[in-house]
């Protein structure tokens, strides 16, 4: 008799992870599938904002109230994927302070602690902001880097017994007698469950469109650009009616500005870039938050897509929901056996997959409690990079705290991408914990070939040492990578970064 | 002033880096530099004590090719996240005095013979060795028994149509007169009178790589209103070390912050300064028939870095009789007083090892540099007579 | 005030040395620019072996200075400057303009426009920025190009104008216009 995993989700992105971990911590047999790797989707392309909830304090107080509790859920469980930066809502003269006075007091009625902070004073503690501003408000906004997040969940599901297939997408969905018990993989095997949970993002609906059921979802594109370092520490917000480019966010030792948000077809989800008009219209805005952003390197630019829900499929779109999305097909479309979660953000995901859960939960007649919000994931028990830690080991403590542990630096001591201090032990653990296929899938572990070069220097290096572990030549490995960067490179190509190209071309025509 | 990200990661500035190529603790001028910057933006905890074996030779610098500050990042980051206690390690009395040029040069001097012989004494170099980490084989610049200032006093340079103003420095005026005489000879000879500065102190330099930048950026506030005060008066401020006056046309500003760009253009080696006067027809010197005299010149790091070692060679080749080849850019590895420090000592000399080499090869009478460092290190290592530009055209005047 | 030379060569890289070398070889005070290491250096003994080389062989080289600007009249490049010697000007007969494509910014670019800081010479390339790279990393591409646009003898042109003695050689140069002939000199 073929294994029956209580639970199959498909996607793996920050939802489907939060809900993978959630499923296994309440001992529920749990298989997460996903067609690419770990964060390929959304939860790899967006600002790594962890929301306080006053954005959407004056708009959508349900949505504020939820993120606020999970950011301070998220601070303790996952603290070494947070950095507690605080935020800064800034007034500029043309926004005038009347936004301000409903923002402060809606982010109370929220529970979010916002206090209105003297221009001056807001200037000493971030000094990068514009000196122009006529107003500021502190929140608990924070810097989460996603794919540490994402990670972190992943690691502990298998920890507590969870599987996970990468690579591998899911053909259809197999219905026997009207009821959902398994998927069909690309590959033809078919894997059942009691209940699949649908958590693919933008990609749900299809997914779900292929076994009769009809989720009206309207895909938006975001368009970030990405700065070579850090310009300021702290998260920056306008203070006015949330539009395009008015958030600036410390990820790393980088700056993350966006977003855009522009309908696009479905048929574009799958190859998302920023076009070089929308690097112009960040770049306009982006300065009037912080002007030095003028003269700093935008080092790539990049797009991911918001799977927003319609709430009602037949409506004209206009109807559309930012907050989290539970859907029980059983009840809904009487297709048993299949759950859907899907909008909401990378801040409320754990609180998703709680709910999700629970329903999973009361399906399989299971009493067993969530204990997410209890229990800090791998690498989250407290440790920073200090002094006394060697050099070539303190980026690798911030990137992976407490899983530092599990990482040979004796042997593997060596840095290869100087940008961002990844060693041979750090590529090691990567490939042992995640599986990997190329770079680009290494990347997203370690942070190699993110920083100031994207690789031109170092990545060859990195490739002869990834060729000993994965089915690829380190020239094909080269190639798969500079192809990747160059499409986030390519729209900001002047400047030092038109000279970073020619260099790249250079190395790889074996001119130096 | 951050331009960090300019860096492409071409790594040619690790090619040129003398520590690096000697002492594998040190991470290079482009891990210490733009790719450590981007890690301390984050958080100051990923401060490299490491950076400590940086020698401030601006070798980096003058290879980059996208023009990244980076030895003044490094110099910066020593200061703004180095606690000092922990840059100057356990022998924070030898580099106190190591950086206080000034103070020990105002106490040695008077009993100047005293203080020579005591020095060269070899219990006193094991005491020296053992407790206060100045290596034993390192000898030490002797002590002159009368000041310049004292000496200068007593000249008479008035008189003259014109002034120039002489930032002489601690080794002018503490150990070596002989360089200050010969630079108010030099002027002299082109009909120019020489003021002292109303108050000079240490230019700084010292100070800084032993991390004391605040004593530093005051004494640097004494200098540059002094300098303010002769440029005021029309006078051009002239110096004879490249290192100090690199010091305060740049690192004052770069590193130190100060504001000093109302004098950066009028404060300038001599050489720099005679070379223009002469080309412009203002100045003429008449040099000896009979003064013969082979050399070897070398471009110390600081003068590199300021690119004016074509004015030194350039005056030197005006000398008739002086018979000149120009040696390539190598540092000498003394630093400073990096090289005084008993740890150091080993790099010190292997860094310097190429120079000398090619110093003594060379067959010269003398090597000529504009840096006192440089003269003391390549003095010891190579026993040839290292002389000042300046004091060559001195001695080669018909006066 | 100025320092006088027959040949002064903006950009000490393999084209620069290479120029600098045949030009003192016949005799001429020359003088080279070289603002920081070229990347062709990797295949020299050390970083700097060839401008020592030169140095020996009476070349003046500026190491580490970089080309501010020029004064031309009347067609004709009177003088440069250079960031280290402030105010004085490098004057000559001819200058030779060799100081490589963008890596070592003998092309600047912003988001709009391509231009050479140094002369202000002409520049081919395309003024749709969409248009400067192949979407394919490895296929050719255009910005590697482009560059300063040379009289059929080679010598650059500015403004629509030839620069009389101002000739251009290596990456400098667009692809398909001429490079100068230094044996002219």
Known sequence: M???????????????????????????SSLLIERGDICDGASGRNHGLLHSGA???VTDREGAEECIRENRILRRIASNCVEPTDGLFISLPEDGLDYQANFIAKCREAGIDAQAIDPAEALRMEPAINPAIIGAVKVPDAAVDPFRLVDAHILDAQRHGAEILKFTAVASLVKEDGRVVGVKTSKGDVLRAKEVVLAAGIWTADIAAAAGVRIGMMPSKGALVIYGHRVANMVINRCRKPANADILVPGDVVSVLGTTSDKVPMDACDDMHATPAEVDLLMREGEKLVPSLARTRIIRAYAGVRPLVVADPAGDGRNVSRGIVLLDHEERDGVPGLITITGGKLTTARLMAEMATDLICRKLGSTAVCETANRPLPGSEGRKPGFKDPFNKRAAIGRHGTEIGKMDFEKGGEILCECENVTRAEIEYAVKNFGVRNISDLRRHTRIGMGTCQGSFCIRKVARVLAEYVEASADEL???????????????????????????????GNEI | MNNLEQCLKCNLCTLVCPMMEVNPAYPGPKKAGPDGERYRLKDPAFFDYALKYCLNCKRCEVACPSDVHIGDMI???RIKYGSQAHIRGRNGLRDWALASTDLVGSVASPIAPVVNGVLKMKPVKAVMHGVLGVHKNRTFPAYSSRKFSSWFRKQDQSGFDKYVSYFHGCYVNYNYPELGKAFVKLMNAAGYGVHKLEKEKCCGVALMSNGFADKARSQGEVNLASMRKAVAAGEQVLTTSSTCTFTMR?????????????????LMLATKWLYEKISEGEVKLKFRKDFRMKVVYHTACHMQKMGWQVYSIA??????????TVLDQNCCGIAGTFGFKKENYEWSQEIGGKLFSDIESSGADVVATDCETCKWQIEMSTGKTVLNPVEILAEALEY | MAMKFDVVIIGGGWAGCSAAAQLCDSGLKVAIVSEGLSLSVSGSATPYARLAELQRRGVTVLRGDRAVGALIEDGRVKSVHTRNLGDDALQADRFVLATGKFFSRGLLSDKEHIWEPVFGADVEYDPDRSKWYDPDFNKPQPFMKYGVKTSPDGFVLAGGAVVGNLLAVGEIVAEGYPQSDLGKL
């Open chain 2, 250 to 266: 740049d690192e004052y500003a770069d590193v130190l912050g100060l504001r000093n760009e109302d004098v950066r253009d009028s």
């Open chain 1, 55 to 57: 954005r959407y304090a």
């Open chain 1, 478 to 508: 080269v190639y798969e990578y500079r192809q990747e960067r160059w499409k986030g490179m390519t729209p900001v190509l002047w400047g030092d970064t038109l000279r970073e190209a020619e260099y790249m071309h250079k190395v790889d």
């Open chain 2, 315 to 324: 005056m030197l080749q005006m000398i008739p009789g002086l018979e000149l």
């Open chain 1, 2 to 28: 073929q294994k029956e995993y209580d639970v199959i989700i498909i996607g793996g992105g920050i939802t489907g992870a939060a809900t993978l971990r959630d499923c296994a911590l309440r001992g529920l």
């Open chain 2, 75 to 77: 110099q910066s980051a």
